[in-house]
Every structure is written in structure tokens, then in C-alpha cells.
């Protein structure tokens, strides 16, 4: 086998594809809040503000496995009152590598 620049042929780095492997995700915390129930629920004068946010953060584990967290969280408001309120914070692990294409 030949090398250009230190690193495989051409034909050599076709054969290795990168891989990405879902290992597991799930729902690892869910609430609802509903502080002013049932008064909340009842004939409304204007439509809510709702504030959404989305976050995304990232933990290695290993050189190839890594912890994807998306955590998000919406509340809506109605003048000085908060509504309700959800949150989800879902998991998921990831294996990192490359797939050697059979010939």
C-alpha cells in the first residue's frame, strides 16, 4: 500500500466511511407546571406570551462515545402571570467511529 502525505491512498480512505451510532435516547426528566389552575384555564381576554428555549450540550464519555443532552423548557405568560410551564431534559448517546466497506 502507498501513501501521499503520511496518510492512505485514495482507494484506501474510500474503503473508510465514518460511522455514527445511536446507542440509546430517552426522556430522562418531564414536569408540567400549572401554578394558577384553574383560573388559568378560563376565558382569557388576550392570547399568551410563550417563551421557548431549546439547549444542546455535549459530554465525551470516551475517545468515541458522547452524551447529547436536549433540554427544553417553555412558559408561557399572561400579563404579570405565568400560565404554566414544561420542561424535558432527552438524552442521547452516541458511538463515533469508521466502517471499513467490505470488498
Given amino acids: 500500500m502507498t501513501t ?31 401554578p394558577n389552575a384553574p383560573q388559568s384555564l378560563t376565558g382569557r381576554q388576550e392570547q399568551p406570551q410563550i417563551g421557548i428555549q431549546i439547549n444542546v450540550g455535549a459530554n465525551p464519555l470516551s475517545d468515541t462515545d458522547i452524551e447529547v443532552m436536549i433540554k427544553l423548557e417553555a412558559k408561557p405568560r399572561q400579563g404579570p402571570l405565568c400560565c404554566s410551564g414544561s420542561n424535558w431534559n432527552l438524552p442521547a448517546y452516541f458511538a463515533f467511529g469508521t466502517y471499513r466497506k467490505k470488498a
Fill in 4 to 34: 501521499t502525505n503520511g496518510g492512505p491512498t485514495q482507494a484506501a480512505a474510500q474503503d473508510l466511511q465514518p460511522q455514527l451510532t445511536v446507542l440509546s435516547q430517552y426522556i430522562k426528566d418531564f414536569s408540567f407546571e400549572n
